[in-house]
């Protein structure tokens, strides 16, 4: 069956640093790999999406690389901030115009200052 | 962009009653899901419900215990019925924007449902 792992429930990181979440996936053979941040209390928000053929994407200080021999996907926060603390989930979808997610359980970052 | 918007945003309910969650989209989408989020787990796709057509069910979610309408392109509800205590979870709903990024999902703050 179609499994999605994200390292570690808890990522403690010092601020200033760069913070790097892992999203491992099996028996799945994704179109494209979504980021979401996702609050207490709230919905998650989307991040950053990254095709199959695409090896690496950046928007700010956010950059995702997606391995699809390794089947992995990391995502990397640089310069860290207290602000950034939240749940990161990863998401995979199958192929577009198919638009349903699988989504991994998530990593709970908190950027100590 | 899309702003969505739950009712209840949560509620505490007895075993056995069957409780309505309304999702409302500040513009049409042709593409709303409903998810489910148990404690210290990750999202799990319930249904997905477009205008004009019955809902689709992933494996494991019938019609007749989360029964979804669809009655315009901004509003959608999903009822969870005869409810155990297996059924408290944050249930969240989700669109897809027509001219947006393709497969970005907008999600609502969730509705928080604790059964006794």
């Known amino acids: 069956s179609q499994k999605i792992e994200q390292n570690s429930e808890a990522l403690n990181i010092q601020e200033g640093k760069t913070a790097t979440l892992t999203c491992n996936y099996t028996?799945?053979?994704?179109?494209?790999l979504q980021w979401y941040r996702q609050d207490p209390g709230r919905g998650p928000v989307f991040l950053l999406l990254?095709?199959?053929?695409?090896k690496e994407k950046r928007k700010e200080r956010l950059k995702v690389t997606f391995d699809t021999t390794l089947k992995q996907s990391l995502f990397h926060i640089t310069a860290s901030q207290p602000a950034d603390s939240a749940t990161y989930l990863c998401a995979l979808g199958a192929n577009f115009g198919n638009e349903k997610l699988t989504f991994g359980t998530g990593t709970r970052l908190t950027i100590i200052p | 962009s899309a702003v969505i918007s739950q009712k209840p945003s949560r509620d505490i309910c007895q075993r056995g009653t069957s409780l309505t969650i309304q999702c409302q989209v500040d513009?049409?989408?042709?593409?709303m899901f409903w998810y489910r989020q148990q404690p210290g787990q990750s999202l799990t796709l319930i249904a997905t419900a477009n205008q004009g057509s019955e809902a689709t069910y992933e494996s494991g979610f019938v019609i007749d215990k989360f029964p979804i309408s669809r009655p315009n392109l901004t509003f959608s509800t999903l009822t969870v019925s005869n409810m155990s205590p297996e059924d408290s979870s944050i249930y969240l709903c989700?669109?897809?924007?027509?001219?947006?990024?393709?497969?970005?999902?907008?999600f609502g703050p969730g509705t928080r449902l604790t059964v006794l």
């Open positions: 990254i095709r199959e053929n695409e």
């Open positions: 989700s669109v897809e924007v027509d001219s947006g990024t393709p497969n970005e999902q907008f």
């Open positions: 028996n799945y053979s994704p179109a494209y």
């Open positions: 513009s049409q989408v042709t593409m």
